[in-house]
């Protein structure tokens, strides 16, 4: 270090911004129980006369916003008061790692929060469900008997190997071949030629009608499962949609009150800078 040259001291006072984050969350905390305790005060079910959703959600809003910068301001306040700074930008400074503690510890507190009864509802949610299968497998072994699965596979086959006229087909024959055709309408999205013949002649046999009525009928329902598709998707994307502009209204939200915190914590630090005139005047008056 050249000689002469002005030596700087740490001018961070841990401490002091510890206990300011200190304040700022168990302040907020306490005007947001506080505001919990007003909310339920306003729901009266006998008489009918409880604000609606919208309205509690807004005003649930706004003071949980209100507490935590107010909660912030007086943390800020804390800790410039606490390091003993006189300069303004250290407080500043102090009142941004206030804000920035007092987020991170609340990040943490929450997520163990959420974190502990997700597992709590987990458990106790594995534990009915287990109970209720143990119960119907139960019922089930009891009322009914056991079923090869080897004996499903041949129903099946003997179902899809019945007689190629459909006129000569039973009701389960012909429907088993149906559900088939249409499985492969559903993987390939298209039919052809054969399969579509196929289709309309079973139809035909299945419900006593003519073949051009049933090509037909099969027509109107491919019409209709498209339109019932096409809406579907309709819908989805809608979803979709409504959900992300939910997610960035929330995100942008979010950010604005993280600002609203930093600015309210820097308030309050620079309100709780030492005045140095002052004090000089008040020990000589002293």
Same mark, same amino acid.
Request: charge should be positive; aromatic fraction near 4%; avoid cysteine.
């Given at each position: ?55 509690? =959600? ?103 190997? =019945? ?124």
């Amino acid at each position: 270090m050249p000689e002469g040259a002005p030596v700087l001291r740490h001018r961070i006072s841990w401490g002091a911004i510890l206990a300011g984050a200190l304040v700022a969350i168990v302040v907020g905390a306490s005007l947001n129980i506080l505001g919990t305790g007003i909310g339920l005060t306003a729901v009266d079910a006998q008489a009918r006369d409880t604000p609606g959703a919208g309205t509690m =959600g807004i005003a649930g809003a706004v003071w949980l916003v209100v507490s935590n910068l107010l909660g912030l301001a007086l943390g800020g306040y804390v800790a410039a008061r606490l390091s003993g700074t006189s300069d303004r930008s250290d407080a500043t400074l102090h009142g941004a790692a206030v804000w920035a503690t007092a987020f991170l510890v609340s990040a943490v507190l929450l997520g163990n929060v959420v974190s502990g009864a997700a597992s709590t509802a987990g458990s106790a949610l594995s534990g009915v469900m287990g109970t209720l299968s143990s119960g119907a497998g139960q019922v089930v072994r009891s009322a009914a008997p056991q079923v090869d699965p080897s004996q499903i596979a041949e129903r099946a086959r003997a179902a899809l190997s =019945g007689p190629a006229d459909p006129a000569r087909m039973t009701t389960e024959q012909r429907g088993a071949a149906i559900t088939e055709i249409l499985g492969r309408r559903i993987a390939g999205g298209e039919l052809s030629g054969d399969d579509r013949t196929r289709l309309n002649r079973l139809v035909a046999a299945e419900a006593g009608i003519s073949e051009q009525d049933a090509a037909g009928r099969v027509q109107a329902y491919e019409a209709q499962a498209q339109q019932t598709a096409q809406e579907a998707e309709r819908r989805a994307r809608a979803a979709a949609d409504a959900s992300a502009k939910a997610a960035s209204i929330t995100a942008f939200a979010l950010f604005a009150a993280l600002a609203l915190g930093a600015i309210a914590a820097i308030v309050g630090a620079r309100t709780g800078t030492r005045d140095l005139v002052y004090l000089a005047s008040r020990r000589s008056a002293a």
